[in-house]
């Protein structure tokens, strides 16, 4: 074998799951290495569709995903979705190619570890045929055990030196982070005297569920999530839904009125705060690393949130705390959207058209959300079965990843209906992708809330010249079926009738919805966030 085998088939036994990229020369033999080795691997239209499907599928998954780039302009298309991984902690590989050190004038050479550094992603590098089976555990081993995403340099003159396959050493796995005595005490003596305590449970509290809902029950506490880690707790009748900009218009009067709010593995953004609002009592956050909270909190403990919530749970008394029948009454009534209906002549409602959706997609689903002004119809109004039922590559809020999130979300979870929301301006600036769906046949709903306009612009700068930010109306639908989609241009409930056969079987193909919609003036959580 040469090093580019080698690594291939490092990676394959290392154990990760699916491989996505655009092979070039650079990276021609590499990616076929993975395959050969047993790793399933998706040709993308774009780098940047191929790390965020990347991105996407590891968070649903569980599993370590990797993408495949040709050197310099490869890796600088990927950038974008690579910053998305990289922000969110998300453990991905990137097999990157680079220019030998000595061609010092390839068309091709950039500064590739100063590229990725820049993002937020660590940069690791295939040194020699020598060290080429160290050098790749070591990248797996810092996207597992430390949540990161890595870039692996593959220099071309380094690819293509005669390698031994080496044995893979065994990869220890660190210990959940124990939480100190005195921060367990000192955050059950808090839990203990609250009377309205609520849990914002993030990312990094996914694996924590079954832990969190116990002391919950026993403190009488609220439960709730930031934007990512939504459906956590979807079944349990004292949870309130997502915390921050979507939050409902119960959920965020209930947490304002929270005199304890505990952030498990939660960074306590603006987002889900709503630029700190929502908190007004006591603050304490769980996390395993230090200076992660966005806001001033009262108590931060150090540890794993699972761990954490289980050693509280043994020094705290059964209580009722929030869970009165009050709130319970409350909660039951709903979450208090407006009833207003905002269509007009030829164009829908946006939360009648998510409404109208929710009740005839199955439950078994998994959505992914694009970013714009529509954003919130989607994430808030169509009801997911669990925290892997709702994928949101938004930690960089970048426009145009919402199609292949879905990709990369359908493809980790393939018994479930894929569905992905996006915006008109964000779907085009990805439609190279519409393209994948197709030819790997997924049974996907792709819903397109078309405003006409980059939304979130028209109304963050209201009443300048937004020529520069508003379009023509595009046939979308028009252009799915030419990819080979089936499709529908819906302005009124009715037209949703294709869906309803198309869901009926057999979804041979995706089906896209151009869903001509009404404007809301700015929807609720954008009229926040500018404020």
């Given at each position: ?471 023509p109306d595009t046939d979308i639908a028009a252009i799915a079926r030419g990819f080979g989609c089936a ?45």
């Amino acid at each position: 074998m040469n090093v580019a085998e080698v690594v291939g088939h490092a990676l394959a036994e290392l154990g990760v799951a699916q491989a996505f990229g655009v092979v070039g020369s650079g990276n021609f033999v590499v990616t076929n290495a993975l395959r050969d080795a047993g790793v399933p691997f998706v040709a993308t239209r774009h780098e940047a569709g191929a790390a965020t499907m990347a991105d996407a599928y590891s968070r649903m998954s569980g599993r370590v995903a990797v993408v495949s780039v040709h050197q310099g302009c490869g890796l600088t298309n990927a950038l974008t979705g690579i910053a998305e991984a990289a922000k969110s902690r998300t453990p991905m590989i990137v097999l990157a190619a680079d220019t030998p050190a000595s061609a010092t004038l390839a068309n091709f050479r950039i500064d590739q570890d100063a590229a990725v550094t820049a993002l937020g992603a660590v940069s690791e590098r295939v040194h020699s045929a020598s060290t080429a089976v160290e050098d790749t555990v070591r990248a797996y081993r810092t996207a597992v055990n430390e949540r990161r995403t890595v870039v692996l340099n593959l220099p071309l003159d380094v690819q293509a030196a005669p390698a031994a396959v080496s044995p893979i050493p065994p990869l220890t796995v660190p210990l959940s982070a124990q939480p100190a005595p005195d921060a367990v005490s000192e955050l059950a003596a808090l839990i203990s005297s609250a009377q309205r305590p609520v849990f914002i449970a993030g990312r990094g509290a996914r694996g924590a569920a079954t832990e969190l809902a116990a002391l919950a029950s026993l403190s009488g506490a609220l439960l709730a999530t930031s934007a990512v880690a939504h459906g956590l707790f979807h079944d349990d009748p004292w949870a309130l839904g997502i915390s921050g900009g979507f939050s409902s218009p119960l959920a965020a009067s209930l947490i304002a009125e929270a005199d304890l709010v505990v952030a498990w593995g939660c960074a306590l953004t603006k987002w889900t705060t709503r630029k700190g609002r929502l908190l007004t009592g006591r603050i304490a956050q769980v996390d395993i690393e230090p200076g992660t909270a966005h806001q001033p909190v009262d108590l931060a403990v150090l540890g794993d949130a699972a761990v954490t919530a289980t050693a509280v749970t043994d020094l705290v008394s059964a209580r009722t705390g929030y869970r009165t029948e009050e709130v319970l009454t409350r909660i039951a009534a709903g979450p208090g959207w407006p009833v207003e209906d905002l269509s007009a002549e030829s164009l829908i409602d946006p939360r009648l058209l998510s409404s109208e959706l929710d009740s005839l997609f199955p439950a078994s689903r998994v959505l992914a959300v694009d970013s714009g002004n529509f954003m919130g119809y989607p994430s808030a109004l169509l009801s997911i079965p669990d925290e892997f039922g709702f994928c949101f590559t938004q930690a960089f809020q970048s426009i145009g990843l919402g199609l292949p999130t879905a990709i990369g979300a359908a493809l980790a979870q393939p018994d479930r209906l894929p569905v992905a929301a996006v915006g008109d301006g964000g779907f085009l600036m990805s439609i190279a992708e519409l393209e994948t769906v197709v030819r790997l046949k997924l049974p996907m709903v792709i819903v397109v809330y078309n405003d006409r306009a980059y939304g979130a612009e028209v109304h963050h700068f209201g009443q300048s010249d937004l020529s520069t930010v508003t379009f023509p109306d595009t046939d979308i639908a028009a252009i799915a079926r030419g990819f080979g989609c089936a499709a529908a241009t819906v302005r009124a409930p009715s037209d949703l009738a294709p869906l309803r056969d198309w869901l009926a079987g057999p979804r041979d193909r995706p089906f896209l919805i151009d869903a001509k919609i009404a404007s809301d003036g700015g929807s609720w959580w954008l009229a926040d966030a500018f404020a």
